[in-house]
């Protein structure tokens, strides 16, 4: 009994040492005590913002997506930028582009009035891009509670670690990976873009120079973005962009895929049978887009005594 017991104290010890019980420390009732009313204040929120505009919804899980591909959920993405720092807010993947900063602001603004200085920013973001999927029509989940808020920022991370819509197959593979998100998260997670729209400049080379596109939805596309100019003309990602479906996964299948990368899913290669799957089970699609939401939320959340609550999201203590 004393060999089993001191073994059973070894491991847990190697497992403290390696990390793996690192996201033990996130709950869903975090602040079940120290600001009960934290979802319904968020909840509130984002209904209101959806309400006014729709993309909202999509542009709050973006960012979500975005933060958490740097560094972790750790609420970097919003810092702004100062004469001494520079944030993530001017890379690539996120100038001009991301949207929702302002929701955001006016939340822990509210979060800060009914608890001061107990919620953190990575928090609110995680459970409002929740809300607007939900909002949207899509599938509920219970968020993760307990992060801390980062006191840095990292743009060339933000430009290496975020993937492109203009990666292939593999490079999307490899790139969550790299966050400890397999193929199947993957498939998953790019099925948000069931919701929101993309720029003409981001799918331009697809409508006019690749072969594995439907014609008439290429034409289509074209009277929307031109060769040259209207880089910031709108298309939506599927045919019903402020409805969280499966409309995503049958555009794919019918190569309607909008982005390079959407339609790399979908194009002979090991990722083909999983769209197929969600195309014609919204049910599975709705129940592994919130094991894969949860499983996002966790990449290296900063807990305990890391990182900081910040009383503004914009900007470190």
Same mark, same amino acid.
């Given at each position: 009994?004393?060999?089993?017991?001191?073994?059973?104290?070894?491991?847990?010890?190697?497992?403290?040492?390696?990390?793996?019980? #690192?996201?033990?420390?996130?709950?869903?009732?975090?602040?079940?005590?120290?600001?009960?009313?934290?979802?319904?204040?968020?909840?509130?929120?984002?209904?209101?913002?959806?309400?006014?505009?729709?993309?909202?919804?999509?542009?709050?899980?973006?960012?979500?997506?975005?933060?958490?591909?740097?560094?972790?959920?750790?609420?970097?993405?919003?810092?702004?930028?100062? #004469?001494?720092? !520079?944030?993530?807010? !001017?890379?690539?993947?996120?100038?001009?582009?991301?949207?929702?900063?302002?929701?955001?602001?006016?939340?822990?603004?509210?979060?800060?009035?009914?608890?001061?200085?107990?919620?953190?920013? #990575?928090?609110?973001?995680?459970?409002?891009?929740?809300?607007?999927?939900? #909002?949207?029509?899509?599938?509920?989940?219970?968020?993760?509670?307990?992060?801390?808020?980062?006191?840095?920022?990292?743009?060339?991370?933000?430009?290496?670690?975020?993937?492109?819509?203009?990666?292939?197959?593999?490079?999307?593979?490899?790139?969550?990976?790299?966050?400890?998100?397999?193929?199947?998260?993957?498939?998953?997670?790019?099925?948000?873009?069931?919701?929101?729209?993309?720029?003409?400049?981001?799918?331009?080379?697809?409508?006019?120079?690749?072969?594995?596109?439907?014609?008439?939805?290429?034409?289509?596309?074209?009277?929307?973005?031109?060769?040259?100019?209207?880089?910031?003309?709108?298309?939506?990602?599927?045919?019903?962009?402020?409805?969280?479906?499966?409309?995503?996964?049958?555009?794919?299948?019918?190569?309607?895929?909008?982005?390079?990368?959407?339609?790399?899913?979908?194009?002979?290669?090991?990722?083909?049978?999983?769209?197929?799957?969600?195309?014609?089970?919204?049910?599975?699609?709705?129940?592994?887009?919130?094991?894969?939401?949860?499983?996002?939320?966790?990449?290296?959340?900063?807990?305990?005594?890391?990182?900081?609550?910040?009383?503004?999201?914009?900007?470190?203590?």
């Amino acid at each position: 009994m004393a060999t089993t017991t001191h073994f059973l104290a070894r491991l847990m010890l190697v497992l403290v040492v390696l990390g793996v019980g #690192a996201n033990a420390q996130l709950s869903s009732n975090f602040y079940s005590s120290t600001c009960p009313n934290l979802l319904s204040i968020i909840k509130t929120a984002v209904d209101s913002a959806v309400s006014s505009d729709a993309r909202m919804g999509a542009s709050l899980l973006r960012l979500h997506f975005h933060d958490c591909f740097v560094n972790g959920c750790d609420a970097s993405v919003l810092l702004d930028d100062t #004469a001494n720092f !520079t944030g993530e807010k !001017t890379a690539g993947p996120n100038a001009n582009s991301l949207r929702g900063f302002d929701v955001i602001d006016t939340i822990k603004t509210q979060v800060e009035r009914a608890c001061p200085g107990i919620v953190s920013c #990575a928090d609110i973001l995680s459970v409002a891009a929740r809300d607007g999927v939900v #909002a949207l029509g899509g599938p509920n989940w219970e968020v993760q509670l307990g992060r801390r808020d980062s006191t840095t920022a990292s743009i060339d991370k933000a430009n290496t670690d975020i993937p492109s819509p203009l990666m292939d197959l593999t490079a999307l593979i490899s790139t969550f990976s790299n966050q400890g998100l397999n193929v199947k998260d993957l498939v998953v997670l790019s099925g948000g873009h069931t919701i929101g729209f993309a720029k003409c400049s981001l799918f331009r080379n697809r409508i006019y120079n690749e072969s594995n596109i439907d014609s008439s939805f290429s034409s289509q596309q074209q009277a929307t973005c031109p060769l040259t100019g209207g880089d910031s003309n709108l298309a939506p990602l599927d045919t019903t962009a402020a409805v969280f479906d499966t409309k995503y996964f049958d555009k794919l299948v019918m190569k309607k895929g909008l982005l390079h990368s959407d339609q790399q899913l979908f194009n002979g290669g090991e990722t083909d049978c999983l769209v197929q799957a969600y195309s014609s089970d919204p049910d599975a699609f709705a129940m592994d887009f919130a094991d894969s939401m949860i499983k996002m939320g966790n990449i290296s959340p900063l807990t305990r005594d890391l990182g900081q609550i910040r009383c503004n999201c914009r900007k470190v203590n």
